[in-house]
């Protein structure tokens, strides 16, 4: 009898995941930080997904969600702007360089570099989605007797939604923190901008999400496996046939 009834119950698990669906990939080659990011975007949406990496350490991770969420889920990632590409820092900019640069060439990447590391430490506040920061450094050059023009930065900050009031205040923090990676910036010349992010449409629940054969084949599974459970017991019980007395007839 309870092996019987283990057996029932087990069809009906799988045949309810069966109904339900399995995962379905969505996005793969991210980093960490990338998926860690979808995925909370994705939670965030109604959408329970999960982060894997099947092809080992330099394969990148791929974000899976549940079979018939895909297409909700590119939805919700194309609203937020979801995976956004990193700035590069100093080894992605320095590691692709020429045999031998030029001294403008090395300007430029150093710029180019500087600015993505001040970028990633930006977006390492609570609340920020991206950074981008912009720097307008002087090159300074012997010939020239008038000094140029002094440095200044501009720092463009997206939030989530709900947190621009509080990274507005963070706002002279900022521009102490780029100024203070720029040899001879002021943090008075760093121009600090904080847009929030659109807020997602408000995510259906999961009843309604699901499409409605899934939902029929899984009841139609778990009453036949409710079935199933009601003849096994029958039959293992072996209950004799009600005895029928004639004086109780009438």
């Not at 399995?22 to 949406?45: C, K, R, W």
């Not at 997904?49 to 549940?66: H, N, S, Y």
């Not at 060439?105 to 920061?133: F, P």
Request: aromatic share 2%.
């Amino acid at each position: 009898m309870r092996a019987a009834g283990r057996s029932a119950g087990a069809l009906a698990a799988a045949l309810l995941a069966t109904g339900c669906g399995g995962g379905e990939e969505v996005l793969h080659g991210l980093d960490e930080p990338q998926a860690n990011q979808v995925l909370v975007a994705l939670e965030e949406g109604g959408i329970h997904g999960r982060k894997d990496r099947p092809d080992g350490a330099d394969g990148g991770w791929t974000v899976l969600v549940p079979s018939g969420a895909g297409g909700r889920a590119q939805q919700l990632l194309a609203q937020r702007e979801l995976p956004r590409p990193r700035a590069p820092g100093f080894g992605e900019v320095f590691g692709k360089g020429s045999l031998v640069p030029s001294a403008t060439e090395e300007r430029a990447l150093y710029l180019h570099a500087l600015a993505g590391e001040l970028s990633r430490s930006v977006e390492a506040i609570d609340g920020v989605l991206e950074a981008r920061v912009h720097l307008a450094l002087p090159e300074p050059g012997p010939l020239r007797p008038e000094p140029g023009p002094p440095p200044r930065a501009a720092v463009l900050v997206k939030s989530s939604p709900g947190a621009r009031e509080r990274l507005a205040a963070l706002s002279g923090g900022i521009q102490a923190l780029v100024a203070g990676a720029v040899a001879g910036l002021e943090p008075a010349a760093v121009s600090v901008v904080v847009a929030e992010a659109m807020a997602s449409p408000r995510a259906p629940s999961p009843a309604r999400g699901r499409p409605r054969w899934a939902i029929a084949a899984a009841a139609a599974a778990l009453l036949a496996a409710l079935a199933l459970t009601g003849l096994a017991l029958r039959g293992a019980l072996s209950l004799p046939p009600v005895p029928s007395w004639p004086w109780l007839k009438r």
